[in-house]
């Protein structure tokens, strides 16, 4: 395996073990997370591999196969860049009171570039549950989840929610990952598209605009707004929506009726999943990508280029996934219409002169796991 070569090149010696821990699509259930909503997102396939060995003192030597020579952290708030989500899980850990040293660690990440599927995720919770392990701090899932959440929060600076670490720490193969952000209550959900002639297609803008972080924090903010002035603890409390509309206006307005409905959609889906009729998600999913498009005000060119062109190929539904701005958009299609979705896509792209996007079928991977 290529990140135990590198540990042995770069440190000497063996790694104590090899964990892997996947990115995440998801599937519907956008910006409710912060807001004590239901997500469903699933593991893909591509993720972060770590080799890691700990060590006898606190200090944190890490080297990314991805971005050049080792670093060695010594403090943890001197650490910079792409380093800051690994040394956050220490840092995350210790404050919990756990007794946790330092480590040797090689990451290895193959989640493609600019997809928006949460390599940061997949790298905190990687690191979290070799931690868990080699500190022997019998940690849940859950836990790990949480903790990587707080380096996010707390030491990158980055206000997310819990969906995307929890998906790669819980999610399970073939299943999609129903989560209540309230009470943190997970179900797996069988998701098995093949058997119903389906494929989902990521389709990956590979922009990323730079307003992205600045707004998220903001959406975040609206939403706190609009609860405060309904007199709720989150936007999940809202039962009456029509009279909450009532009471709100402009940008609270709108965030309320997407996060409120949004939820409403996760509950259909997962209530059309059960009954075994995948197809009929569709309407959800681009019900879903208007709603973020023209409420939330998330979307860009790239995505809505994405969706429209998809639906014209025939998908039977599609919107953005993630956290917006750029990034992927997903596309629900029958086996037979594959080839023209992804025809339909390149080709709007080539119009418009934009870089043609990657696309790939995504089936849900397995969450985080000790590979050896
Ligand atoms: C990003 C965040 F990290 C998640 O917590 C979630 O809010 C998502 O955007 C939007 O649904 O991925």
Known sequence: MRVVEA??????????????????????????????????????????????????????????LQAGEPLTVEKLDEAKGWARYVVGVFWALREAGHPVRGADLVVDGDVPQGAGLSSSAALE????????????????????????????????????????????????????????????GVRNVPFDLARHGFQLLIINTGVHHELADGQYARRRQDCENAAKRLGVASLRDVTDLSGALSRLSGDERRRTQHVVTENHR??????????????????LLNASHLSLRDQFEVSCPELDVAVEASLRGRARGARMTGGGFGGSAIALVADEHVRAVRDSVTGAYAERGWAAPEIYPATPASGARRLT
């Open 7 to 64: 540990f042995r090149e770069t440190f000497g010696g063996e790694p104590a073990g090899v964990w892997h821990a996947p990115g995440r699509v998801n599937l519907i259930g956008e910006h409710t997370d912060y807001n004590d909503g239901l997500v469903l997102p699933f593991a893909v396939p591509w993720g972060v591999t770590a080799a890691v060995s700990p060590r006898e003192d606190d200090v944190v030597r890490v080297r990314s």
């Open 125 to 184: 919770v990687a690191v979290g549950t070799a931690l868990n392990e080699l500190y022997g701090l019998a940690l849940t899932k859950m836990e790990i989840a949480l903790a990587a959440q707080r380096a996010e929060n707390d030491f990158v600076g980055m206000p997310c929610g819990i969906m995307d670490q929890a998906a790669s720490a819980l999610a399970e193969e073939g299943k999609a990952l129903f989560m209540d952000c309230r009470s943190l």
């Open 266 to 283: 996760v509950e259909a889906v997962i209530g059309l999943l059960r009954a075994g009729v995948v197809g009929e998600i569709g309407g």
